[in-house]
């Protein structure tokens, strides 16, 4: 089936420990995308790929960065965790651009920091 | 700051009611998507509804919009236990020359057996 696949499903890091979350799709979609949620709230866009075109939320701290080595595999690097990053770390894929798009998510990454 | 605000936070109801969800925006859309979401998972597509829609049903769920009010509301019909779940509305939004779907805050909703 095709799918959207995270790993690790939980994450442990201690505090300023690089931490890289992988993201992998079946699917050939063009768009992926890396969302952080926190307890109770709404997912909150960190930056998304069309292709290979990177685009950052401006809010988003330099801490977090990510790649795209090819239309499969995202990653999302953490460079010095701290204890607000702890959340869930979900990513998603859409065909095209989200204005007439369905998103597909994986499973999630809860992302612990000690 | 938010596009899409839910009403209401929380909603508890018993097998077989129907559950209402409500969502505002905020700016125009070409869109507004509903998702749900179980404890600890990832979101699940539900429903997509157009600008120049009114009402869409899928199943046991039927959404409605009305962009003169900028709102949106999802009902949930015969419900069940297995229902139970986070529900969000996003709308999209277009910055700069790139798209990106707003979450509005969700509703909780608990059906109980």
């Known amino acids: 089936d095709a799918m959207v696949i995270q790993n690790p499903r939980y994450q442990v890091t201690q505090f300023g420990k690089p931490v890289t979350l992988s993201c992998s799709q079946t699917?050939?979609?063009?768009?992926m995308y890396w969302y952080q949620q926190k307890s109770s709230q709404a997912p909150k866009l960190l930056f998304h790929y069309y292709d290979k075109d990177f685009n950052n939320e401006a809010d988003t701290p330099d801490n977090f960065q990510s790649r795209r080595p090819n239309t499969s595999f995202c990653f999302l690097d953490i460079r010095s965790p701290g204890l607000g990053d702890a959340a869930m770390y979900l990513c998603?894929?859409?065909?095209?651009?989200?204005?007439?798009?369905?998103?597909?998510f994986g499973p999630g990454t809860r992302l612990t920091v000690l | 700051s938010q596009q899409g605000e839910e009403d209401p936070q929380a909603l508890s109801i018993q097998e077989g009611e129907n559950a209402t969800m409500n969502c505002s925006y905020k700016t125009s859309i070409n869109n507004l998507q509903w998702y749900r979401q179980n404890s600890g998972r990832g979101l699940v597509h539900l429903i997509l509804?157009?600008?120049?829609?009114r009402e869409k049903h899928s199943g046991r769920l039927r959404v409605t919009l009305d962009t003169s009010k900028k709102s949106s509301s999802l009902l949930i019909t015969a419900s069940r236990a297995a229902d139970t779940a986070s529900y969000f509305c996003?709308?999209?939004?277009?910055?700069?020359?790139?798209?990106?779907?707003?979450f509005g805050s969700g509703t909780r909703l608990l059906v109980r057996p």
């Open positions: 996003a709308t999209d939004a277009k910055k700069d020359s790139s798209y990106k779907l707003i």
């Open positions: 998603a894929t859409s065909r095209d651009h989200p204005t007439y798009n369905e998103q597909f």
């Open positions: 509804i157009r600008s120049n829609e």
């Open positions: 699917l050939n979609h063009n768009v």
